[in-house]
C-alpha cells in the first residue's frame, strides 16, 4: 500500500510571484525510509506541511496520505507523527509526565507498561522521574520521537531530526529510526541537510531544488550511475572555463565544476583510463581520488545543467 500519493501539487505563498513547490508528483510505499534533501528555500518545509496536513497547496490533482485525500471534501488530517525542528517537550515536567500530557491531549490510553518498555528499548530506563530540562539533547529527541510513537503513528515525517545533536547522541537518534522502521514497520520522511546521515539511514533520496524533484532515487541505484570513486581537482578561477573545455575534449562527459570563494573544485565522476595521463595533460597541481558520497551526487544533480555536463 503507497502511505503517500501525490500528483501535480503545486504551492504558491501569497504575496510571492513564485511557485515554492511546482508540480509534485510522489509516493511513498510502506516502510520506506526517505530522505528529502535540498539546498536552502528549496520547499522541503513546504511540502512537510502539505503532507501533514498543516498547509493546503494552491493546486493539485491529489494529496493522499494514509489513504485520506486531505484536501479534498470533508478530508480528515491523516495520523502523521510530525517532528519538527523545535523543542515541543516541557522542560519543568518529568518525562512521564510529558509523556502523559501528550497522550491525555490526544485522548489515548496507554499503560504504564507500555510506556516504559519504549522507553527501555531506546536507552532512556531510569530517565522516568527526570526533568525534561535535566535530558541531554540527544535524549529529548528521542523522547520527543518516542512520544509520537506512543500515538501508534504509521508514518513519521521528521524536520531536520539531528541538527544541533553531537555525533553520538545524532547516531542514537539513527539508530532509533532504524529501529522504528525495520521492527515496527513505520514509514519515514525525513527532511535533512546532513547528506551522509540521508547516505547512511535512508532506502530512498528524494532531492528537491526550486520547488521542483530533481532527482528520485533508490540509494541502492543511486551509486550505480556514477563511478564509485571521484576525482576532485583544485583549479584557480581562471582555469575554471578553459578546463569545461579541457574536460570535454578529454571525453569526459559526468563532471562538474564549481566556484569556492578564491578557487574552483571539479569532480569528475566518471571513470579515467589514466590518471597520471589526465594530470600530467592538464598540469593539475592537485587532485584527491576518493570515494564517492551521496553528497557529490547532489552537488551534481544541482549544478550538471548550467555549469557541467554539456549532455
Ligand atoms: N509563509 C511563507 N510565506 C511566503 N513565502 C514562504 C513562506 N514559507 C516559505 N516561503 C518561501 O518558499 C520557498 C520554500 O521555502 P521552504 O521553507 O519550504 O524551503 P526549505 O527547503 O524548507 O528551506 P530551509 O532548508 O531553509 O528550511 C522559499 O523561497 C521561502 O522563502
Not at 257 to 281: C, P
Request: aromatic share 8%; proline share 2%; charged share 30%.
Amino acid at each position: 500500500m503507497n502511505i503517500v500519493n501525490v500528483r501535480n501539487c503545486s504551492k504558491k505563498y501569497e504575496k510571492n510571484n513564485f511557485f515554492s513547490l511546482e508540480n509534485i508528483n510522489l509516493q511513498i510505499k510502506n516502510g520506506e525510509i526517505v530522505g528529502l534533501v535540498g539546498p536552502n528555500g528549496a520547499g522541503k518545509t513546504t511540502l512537510i506541511k502539505i503532507l501533514s496536513g498543516l498547509l493546503k497547496p494552491t493546486e493539485y490533482e491529489e494529496v493522499k496520505v494514509l489513504g485520506e485525500d486531505i484536501y479534498k471534501g470533508k478530508g480528515k488530517i491523516p495520523k502523521v507523527g510530525l517532528i519538527l525542528n523545535s523543542n515541543q517537550l516541557y522542560d519543568d515536567l518529568t518525562v512521564m509526565e510529558n509523556l502523559y500530557f501528550f497522550l491525555r491531549m490526544h485522548k489515548i490510553k496507554k499503560n504504564k507498561e507500555n510506556i516504559l518498555s519504549l522507553l527501555k528499548k531506546f536507552d532512556l530506563e531510569g530517565r522516568e522521574n527526570t526533568l525534561v530540562k535535566s535530558l541531554s539533547t540527544g535524549m529529548k529527541q528521542k523522547l520527543n520521537i518516542i512520544r509520537v510513537i506512543l500515538l501508534e503513528v504509521q508514518f513519521l515525517i521528521l524536520d531536520e531530526p539531528t541538527s544541533g545533536l553531537d555525533p553520538i547522541s545524532k547516531a542514537d537518534v539513527h539508530n532509533l529510526l532504524d529501529t522504528l522502521a525495520k521492527e515496527m514497520n513505520i514509514t519515514i520522511l525525513i527532511s535533512s541537510h546532513i547528506m551522509n546521515e540521508v547516505q547512511r539511514l535512508c532506502t530512498r533520496v528524494i532531492f528537491l531544488n526550486k520547488g521542483r524533484i530533481i532527482k528520485d532515487s533508490y540509494m541502492d541505484t543511486i551509486f550505480k550511475e556514477f563511478y564509485k570513486e571521484v576525482v576532485e581537482i583544485r583549479l584557480s578561477k581562471e582555469d575554471t572555463y578553459k578546463m569545461h573545455k579541457k574536460l570535454r575534449d578529454y571525453g569526459i562527459k559526468k563532471y562538474i565544476v564549481f566556484e569556492q570563494n578564491d578557487n574552483s573544485t571539479g569532480l569528475i565522476m566518471e571513470r579515467i583510463e589514466s590518471i597520471e595521463d589526465f594530470i600530467s595533460k592538464f598540469q593539475i597541481k592537485s587532485f584527491n581520488e576518493r570515494p564517492i558520497q551521496l553528497e557529490d551526487i547532489f552537488f551534481y544533480e544541482l549544478y550538471k545543467d548550467g555549469l557541467g555536463d554539456t549532455k
